[in-house]
């Protein structure tokens, strides 16, 4: 059976950090992009960073550039997304989500839009101010 299983969420205060974790089971990350998205209450699914495992190639929502990294670790299958300089405005819950980068520049062209073919159930990740 093929999950995503995504870890690190919890209360952090106002300018803390948290470090979100995204494994997976029934498959390798070989060959795919791991996206990582968040859902606010009352919004729409919004796409924070995408990376394309055989290259290491990412891609950042703008708007989080310089508080949000992308990376992995091959050999444990995993993806992290560091997240740093939290405000009450990141609250929401994060997901990973995992598709075949069959694409070129998958992160750039496609990678945060919500079409993956494998998601996660998600981590909460509450800021209070």
């Known amino acids: 059976e093929v999950q995503l299983v995504e870890s690190g969420g919890g209360l952090v205060q106002a300018g803390g950090s948290l470090r979100l974790s995204c494994t997976a089971s029934?498959?390798?990350?070989?060959?795919?992009?791991i996206g990582w998205f968040r859902q606010a209450p009352g919004k729409e699914r919004e796409g924070v960073a995408c990376?394309?495992?055989?290259?290491?190639?990412?891609y950042t929502l703008t708007s989080v550039v310089g508080r949000f990294t992308i990376s992995s670790d091959n050999a444990k299958n995993t993806v992290f997304l560091q997240l740093s300089s939290l405000n009450a405005e990141d609250t929401a819950v994060y997901y990973c989500?995992?598709?075949?980068?069959?694409?070129?520049?998958?992160?750039?062209?496609?990678?945060?839009?919500?079409?993956?073919?494998?998601w996660g159930q998600g981590t909460q990740v509450t800021v209070s101010s």
């Open positions: 989500a995992a598709d075949p980068a069959n694409k070129p520049n998958f992160c750039s062209g496609y990678g945060l839009l919500p079409t993956y073919h494998y």
């Open positions: 990376i394309t495992m055989s290259d290491g190639l990412t």
């Open positions: 029934g498959f390798t990350f070989d060959g795919y992009a």
